[in-house]
């Protein structure tokens, strides 16, 4: 089913807004329930010191953005009249995860991880674009959208290991594979696999939990965290 125009519209005006809650569906609600809670409770459970806790606040707002980025996917894939509840919970998980990044870094910090030239909201941008490219068919579309998400990976990736003191490969590798698994999530949905599509949405929801670990271990090292 061909996605209204004006979904696209709705996407820029989330980006004024500010926390969401996991709603949609990647194809059958209980794998997306399982997926939404098993590894927020045993995370939350060695919580009690500022290390601890930075990996908690993490893993659950990157979490939160794989299933809500997946959602909102779906939903503009299906031109679902849910699809801007989705991008407005969407982009306010974006604001918590660059409010996070402040709180370590500075106000000028947050912003360039938000806002910045082929950063967090532009990501999500280009998603859009290879959901509505993906609804129409343009395969040319599809293809200019993926090579922005790969470059989204490498410099958001370069942002990331700079402030963290992170690997600079290891970090751009880790967003290429997160982005790819959104991709393919996407791509299963569209076809009709539905036992695909929601057992990708499973592992890219949890690969959000290794990305957690690993910028929040860095963290904590860099600012001597216990």
Known sequence: MKRPISIVLVVVAA????????????????????AATAPAQS???HAGSPAADLRVTLDRLLGE?????????NLGYSGSKGFPAAAKSLDR?????????????????GNVFLNGKFQWRAHIGFFVDYTVA????????????????????????????????????????DL??????????LDAYAKGDYTKSAALYRDAYHHMFMTGDLLAGAIAKQKNLS
């Open 15 to 34: 980006a004024a807004t500010g926390v969401g809650v996991i709603s949609a569906t990647a194809g059958t609600s209980s794998a997306n329930t399982d």
């Open 43 to 45: 995370h939350a459970s």
């Open 65 to 73: 953005h794989a299933a809500l980025a997946m959602n909102a996917t």
């Open 93 to 109: 998980n974006s604001v918590e995860l660059s409010k996070a990044i402040a709180s370590i870094y500075g106000a000028k910090a």
């Open 134 to 173: 993906l609804a129409k068919k343009n395969k040319a579309g599809q293809a200019r959208a993926v090579a922005n998400l790969k470059r989204y990976a490498k410099e958001h990736g370069a942002f990331l290991a700079t402030a963290t003191g992170l690997p600079k490969p290891a970090v751009q590798n």
């Open 176 to 185: 290429l594979g997160h982005v790819l698994e959104l991709k393919n999530q």
